[in-house]
């Protein structure tokens, strides 16, 4: 059998032989046997990939992330007048569905940073702090992917860390552009009207009062696209801003949150079992699920992909066939585990035919009668 390396560099070596036209061009054209197969093998792999324990390596870089990134956030709109607009938004669109402990632990930390005197400092060290912090979240679910798609990682580290840092800060502007729609408010509105002779947007304000949610999904889908997208070893075809896997981990964050901050609520005693350390255990159980989700959001889109390539009669029934960004490093690590083995089997040989059984009795024989 071969190894993921091999695997991943066959794959790379097949490029050229695959026919992408003979494949679905839209999830649409997906059928329905396709269809019904993707979401049983995505529930399927989701358990043999351990994405479980990925969720949890993800949970840890969340929570070196979440700081930073809100100190970036809240600085970067601070700047504009809206610090405090954007803390109190984010705390409201959080309270919507995350347990009351989650909201006391993250409270406080959020309320400091819009007090915080120092505001330009703190946007310096806030955006970079969140950008390398959070990249490693990035990464780390670029790893998460590359199991899923079962595909190495072959991107040189002079490659692969500047790509994450700029995914990370791609992705930091789209919650930013995220918090300044949630905060737009009328007085807002008003003062950008103010600003051009003439432009009457009174109108607008009460329509903006509702129309900003749908922009702040749209926003949402479009980040969980990017990471997708953007993370893993694995050139796909096409970037999907709104992909079936992405609107499903959307919908199902969304569900999962109240259903977990329900539970929490009404039959969840932490406070009680934990004490004062309730509040973050269920922070960490929180996390832990989200990331759950979009793990299996990206299961879905790779099963889709799988589908897409089933139907188009294109061998994909043990590996998805998509081809690596990169076999560079895949090489290098190829030929260092084959190294290691020669040196493994060369150990083998020359200590073939020896009775080390026989060699330690008669060390412990010699041992005894020193001893005397």
Do not use: H
Not at 7 to 14: D, G
Not at 42 to 49: N, P, Q, V, Y
Not at 181 to 196: H, K, P
Not at 344 to 370: C, I, P, Q, W
């Amino acid at each position: 059998m071969s190894s993921l390396e091999e695997q991943t560099i066959e794959r790379a070596q097949r490029e050229k032989e695959l026919d992408e036209s003979q494949k679905p061009s839209k999830v649409t054209q997906v059928n329905k046997p396709n269809w019904k197969y993707a979401f049983k093998r995505a529930i399927s792999e989701f358990l043999s990939d351990g994405c479980m324990d990925l969720a949890a390596a993800l949970t840890y870089f969340a929570v070196l992330s979440i700081f930073p990134g809100l100190l970036a956030i809240v600085s970067l709109l601070g700047v504009f007048g809206q610090g405090e607009q954007t803390a109190q938004a984010i705390l409201d669109l959080l309270a919507g569905f995350a347990p009351a402990d989650v909201m006391s632990l993250i409270e406080e930390p959020i309320t400091q940073l819009t007090s915080s005197s120092a505001a330009g400092l703190a946007l310096v060290t806030g955006l970079l702090g969140s950008l390398w912090t959070a990249s490693g979240y990035v990464g780390a679910f670029g790893r998460a992917l590359n199991r899923i798609y079962n595909v190495a990682e072959g991107r040189p580290i002079w490659v692969l860390r500047p790509l994450m840092l700029l995914v990370t800060a791609v992705l930091v502007l789209v919650v930013v552009l995220m918090m300044a729609v949630l905060v737009m408010s009328e007085g807002v509105i008003n003062f950008i009207s103010g600003l051009v002779p003439g432009l009457d947007l009174s109108g607008f304000a009460a329509v903006w009062a509702w129309l900003r949610y749908p922009v702040i999904l749209v926003l949402a889908v479009i980040l969980i696209a990017l990471l997708y997208y953007g993370t893993p070893n694995i050139k796909q075809p096409k970037l999907r801003w709104i992909s079936p896997g992405a609107l499903i981990a959307l919908i199902t964050m969304g569900i999962a949150g109240m259903g977990f901050s329900f539970y929490v609520a009404n039959f969840g005693n932490y406070n009680a079992t934990y004490g004062a350390i309730g509040g973050a255990i269920v922070g960490l159980l929180f996390l832990w699920i989200m990331n759950n989700v979009l793990l299996f959001g990206a299961e879905i889109d790779a099963e889709l992909e799988r589908s897409r390539e089933l139907q188009a009669g294109i061998k994909a029934e043990e590996d998805i066939q998509l081809p690596p960004r990169s076999d560079a490093q895949t090489q290098k690590v190829l030929e260092k585990k084959e190294k290691l083995v020669d040196e493994g089997r060369d150990l083998r040989l020359k200590n073939n035919g020896v009775d080390f059984s026989a060699m330690a009795d008669e060390k412990e024989n010699t041992s005894s009668k020193a001893a005397k």
